[in-house]
């Protein structure tokens, strides 16, 4: 199938899935995974209509950004390094993976250059794997309420990677776990921190995500096929 198909089908089941959870489709976006595919596939996806494209490596995604002509968004989804932010800078509208106050810091000091703000997403582990990055459920709430305090920085909500599963069904738990734990910093009340967004599930388990509370889907394989 072509990448216009595989979107439909994706959105389709998208669809399906927050209908199924008693949730507005509307509430639910699709950012698409272009990692270690040529531009020209990002462009093709964006002439079928998908505008909100993910990249997972900073070196990449400058290449990248600078072949496609048409007009989309960039969300930051990978490991992020201090020294690579300032690459970023003015090029994304979400970081979703602020797992430590130092990366915020420098965000923070790219953004003021900018004279303007940064939306992130606080990267959580919520399986506990070493090989995997983000602040612990534990950590959460002070890390959050430390990078509050940040004037160029808003916190918009939380991420994670949960265990891989062969049944998606085995995800579920570290999904709810989020949601649950966005509920938790909510709660506190912190000023300019919002919890408008859950970035969660990929191709194999984004429909499990969607009916426990994802926002934000992120998907590549499902679309433009397996990474060369």
């Known amino acids: 199938m072509s990448i216009a198909d595989n979107l439909l089908q994706v959105?389709?089941?998208?669809?399906?899935?927050?209908?199924?959870?008693?949730?507005?489709p509307a509430s639910v976006r699709l950012?698409?995974?272009a990692k270690t595919h040529p531009a020209a596939l990002v462009e093709e996806a964006a002439r079928a209509g998908q505008r909100l494209f993910g990249e997972n490596y900073v070196q990449e995604f400058i290449a990248k950004a600078a072949?496609?002509?048409?007009?989309?968004?960039?969300?930051y989804i990978g490991h992020l390094q201090s020294n690579k932010v300032k690459q970023?800078?003015?090029?994304?509208?979400?970081?979703?993976?602020?797992?430590?106050?130092?990366?915020?810091?420098?965000?923070?000091?790219?953004?003021?250059?900018?004279?303007?703000?940064?939306?992130?997403l606080i990267q959580v582990n919520v399986g506990g794997e070493a090989s995997k990055s983000g602040?612990?459920?534990?950590?959460?709430?002070?890390?959050?309420?430390?990078?509050?305090?940040?004037?160029?920085?808003?916190?918009?909500?939380?991420?994670?990677?949960?265990?891989?599963?062969?049944?998606?069904?085995?995800?579920?738990?570290?999904?709810?776990?989020l949601r649950h734990l966005a509920n938790t910093i909510t709660a506190t009340d912190l000023p300019g921190v919002e919890m408008a967004e859950l970035s969660m599930g990929m191709s194999g388990d984004y429909r499990v995500?969607?009916?426990?509370?994802?926002?934000?889907?992120?998907?590549?394989?499902?679309?433009?096929?397996?990474?060369?």
């Open 11 to 24: 959105k389709a089941e998208m669809t399906a899935a927050a209908v199924k959870a008693g949730r507005d």
């Open 31 to 33: 950012v698409a995974v």
């Open 67 to 75: 072949q496609v002509r048409e007009p989309v968004e960039w969300h």
């Open 88 to 120: 970023l800078a003015g090029l994304v509208t979400l970081i979703h993976s602020v797992d430590r106050l130092s990366l915020a810091e420098e965000i923070d000091r790219q953004w003021e250059k900018l004279g303007c703000p940064c939306a992130v």
């Open 135 to 177: 602040t612990t459920a534990a950590a959460a709430v002070e890390l959050v309420r430390a990078i509050a305090r940040l004037p160029h920085l808003r916190v918009r909500g939380l991420m994670t990677l949960p265990p891989f599963f062969a049944d998606p069904e085995e995800a579920r738990p570290y999904f709810r776990e």
């Open 209 to 228: 995500a969607i009916e426990e509370g994802a926002t934000l889907v992120r998907i590549g394989t499902a679309i433009f096929g397996e990474r060369p």
